[in-house]
């Protein structure tokens, strides 16, 4: 299995604007996840999209997946302080098999100033 | 509904001493299973997976080991622990159609 890499590794803005997350990939995925994590707690799965989708919306989340250049964002509108969080992209390749394992990387660590 | 637990929450060990880690599931059954680590201010690495009773897959060779007893149990072991071992634990289980994952709470090791 492979992991994406986040693009940038830290990111702060204020409060209103809008945060983008960047992912990049090496192999064929079967689709691509984005993952949130509060300071010291689990992740929590935000979005899926799948290799054959461009583009998904989910609130105030929206995804983009370019399989072509292997990569995919994640925009987050209207910013609150309750989004500072680490944001994680997790492929899922082809080949991953019955276990489904994901990989993830270093994520973004987002700071979202009141 | 399914949820997942895990414990301890916090762990204090001191070099030497041995480990174990529980995670269970609820509501699913024969879940794929995961444990990852994560080091301080670092992504997570995935240490083993099972897709089912018995069966274990480690992705990176360690000072650890896991076990599934039951179908919704996963432990994760150490007989002697090192200062290199501490981190966050989590625990995963798997969605089975499109693979996504939902983790427990974590625990937090402190190898002093």
């Known amino acids: 299995s492979q992991q994406g890499e986040e693009d940038p590794q830290a990111l702060s803005i204020q409060e209103g604007e809008n945060a983008t997350m960047n992912c990049s990939y090496k192999t064929s995925i079967n689709n691509l996840q984005w993952y949130r994590q509060n300071s010291g707690r689990g992740l929590v799965h935000l979005i899926l999209?799948?290799?054959?989708?461009r583009e998904k919306h989910s609130g105030r989340l929206r995804v983009t997946l370019d399989t072509s250049k292997k990569s995919s964002s994640l925009l987050i509108t209207a910013s609150r302080a309750a989004d500072t969080a680490s944001y994680f992209c997790a492929p899922r390749p082809i080949s991953s098999g019955s276990a489904r394992q994901l990989t993830f990387g270093s994520g973004t660590q987002l700071t979202v100033l009141p | 509904s399914q949820t997942i637990h895990q414990w301890p929450a916090t762990l204090v060990q001191p070099v030497g001493s041995p480990l174990s880690l529980e995670c269970t599931v609820e509501g699913t059954s024969n879940p794929n299973l995961y444990w990852y680590r994560q080091a301080a201010g670092r992504g997570l690495q995935l240490l083993f997976y099972?897709?089912?009773?018995?069966?274990i897959s480690s992705e990176v060779p360690q000072n650890l080991s896991a076990s599934r007893p039951q179908d919704r149990q996963f432990i994760l072991s150490s007989k002697k622990l090192l200062l290199s071992d501490s981190g966050f634990y989590l625990c995963?289980?798997?969605?089975?159609?499109?693979?996504?994952?939902?983790f427990g709470e974590g625990s937090r090791l402190t190898v002093l």
């Open positions: 999209i799948r290799s054959n989708e």
């Open positions: 995963a289980w798997g969605g089975l159609n499109t693979g996504e994952l939902f």
């Open positions: 099972s897709v089912g009773i018995g069966q």
